[in-house]
C-alpha cells in the first residue's frame, strides 16, 4: 500500500486498481479505513466459521464504531460492531460462530489492547 499526499491532508491510494481518496472534507478518514479492516477481517472469520458449522447466511450487514480518548496518543477507548444478518440457520449456532470470529480476527485481537469492543447481534 502506497499513499500520495498533496496540498496538506489530501491523499490517495491505489490498492488492486481501486483508488481511495482520503481528506477531511470529502474522503474517508484514517479510522474509516480501521473500521473497514475489523468489519472485513471479523466477516471473513465469521464466513469461516460458518463453513465449518454448515451454517448459510442470506445477508449480513456490520456496522463499526468507536471512540477516541482526548489523551494523546488518541487511541480508541470503545469499539463497537453491530451485526445485523439474515440466515434460516440455528441462531444459536450463528451466536456461536459470531463468537468464535471474534476470537480469532486479528484486527479485533489488535483493537483490545487499547479499546473495550463490544459485538451485538440482531436477526432480521
Given at each position: ?57 442470506k445477508h ?42 471474534s ?22
Amino acid at each position: 500500500m502506497k499513499m500520495h499526499f498533496e496540498k496538506g491532508f489530501h491523499g490517495v491510494t491505489k490498492i488492486n486498481e481501486q483508488c481511495i481518496e482520503m481528506n477531511h472534507e470529502t474522503g474517508v478518514e484514517p479510522y474509516d479505513l480501521t473500521f473497514t479492516a475489523v468489519a472485513g477481517c471479523f466477516y471473513a472469520n465469521f464466513l469461516n466459521q460458518c463453513e465449518k458449522l454448515k451454517l448459510e447466511v442470506k445477508h449480513c450487514d456490520i456496522e463499526v464504531t468507536g471512540k477516541k480518548r482526548k489523551e494523546i496518543p488518541a487511541t480508541l477507548e470503545t469499539l463497537d460492531v453491530n451485526v445485523s444478518l439474515k440466515t434460516y440457520s440455528d441462531k444459536n449456532k450463528i451466536v456461536e460462530a459470531l463468537e468464535n470470529a471474534s476470537e480469532n480476527c486479528s484486527m479485533l485481537a489488535m483493537v483490545r489492547h487499547v479499546a473495550e469492543v463490544t459485538i451485538q447481534v440482531s436477526f432480521e
